[in-house]
Structure formats: structure tokens, C-alpha cells
């Protein structure tokens, strides 16, 4: 069974950056596209960005110029760096992709989350 594994939350002051990971492991083929998703207290999930397998990249306006999604299909790893970061993006984040297992399946997954704080 695969997974998807988040790490690099925490508490950052305004202005400040930090790095998300996203591992997969356990029984893996190989990854589609990927996704960084967003959840603040009271409000919806949010896309804030996606990549293809290929590398194309898709931001939420809020986070343009901010942000950077990354992959690197050989460690099956996804990574958002964020900089210049505000109380705004405060909020859970969430990371999404979908596995192949075997070449012919592919299955959606979500991480745990993990809490990024924004705040002096």
C-alpha cells in the first residue's frame, strides 16, 4: 500500500520561508501529477499549487511569485518552497498525487498534513 508522507511545517514569522516535503513510499510504480492543497480554520480546502509529471506548474494567484512546487521523480518526492510567507498562509497543508502502483492503475492519495503557522 502506498503513502504519501508531508514534512516541514512549523512557525514562521512574516516574511519568513519554509520548504514542505512530500515522500512516497511502499509499493510504487511510479507518480502522476502532484499537488499542494491548503486548509485554514473555518475555510475550504484550497488549491495552492500542481505539477505535472513533466514539470509544469500551476499556482494559486495568492501564492504566484511566492511559491515554487518542484519534484524530483526519481526520489518519488514533491517539495513547496515558500518564501516572503504571510499570516494569510496560515493553514494545513496537504499534500495530493496520484500513484500507479502498476502501470495500468493509478489511485488518488492524500498526506496527513502538516500546520504551518505564520505569525510574529
Known amino acids: 500500500q502506498a503513502q504519501l508522507v508531508e514534512s516541514g511545517g512549523g512557525l514562521v514569522q512574516p516574511g519568513g520561508s519554509l520548504r514542505l516535503s512530500c515522500a512516497a513510499s511502499?509499493?510504487?510504480?511510479?507518480?502522476?501529477?502532484m499537488g499542494w492543497y491548503r486548509q485554514a480554520p473555518g475555510k475550504q480546502r484550497e488549491l495552492v499549487a500542481d505539477?505535472?509529471?513533466?514539470?509544469?506548474?500551476n499556482y494559486a494567484d495568492s501564492v504566484k511569485g511566492r511559491f515554487t512546487i518542484s519534484r524530483d521523480n526519481v526520489k518519488s518526492t514533491g517539495y513547496l518552497q515558500m518564501n516572503n510567507l504571510k499570516p494569510d498562509d496560515t493553514a494545513v497543508y496537504y499534500c495530493?498525487?496520484?500513484?500507479?502502483?502498476?502501470?495500468?492503475?493509478?489511485?488518488?492519495?492524500w498526506g496527513q498534513g502538516t500546520q504551518v503557522t505564520v505569525s510574529s
Open positions: 511502499g509499493t510504487i510504480f511510479s507518480l502522476d501529477g
Open positions: 505539477i505535472t509529471v513533466g514539470g509544469l506548474a
Open positions: 495530493n498525487a496520484n500513484i500507479r502502483p502498476q502501470r495500468s492503475v493509478s489511485v488518488n492519495f
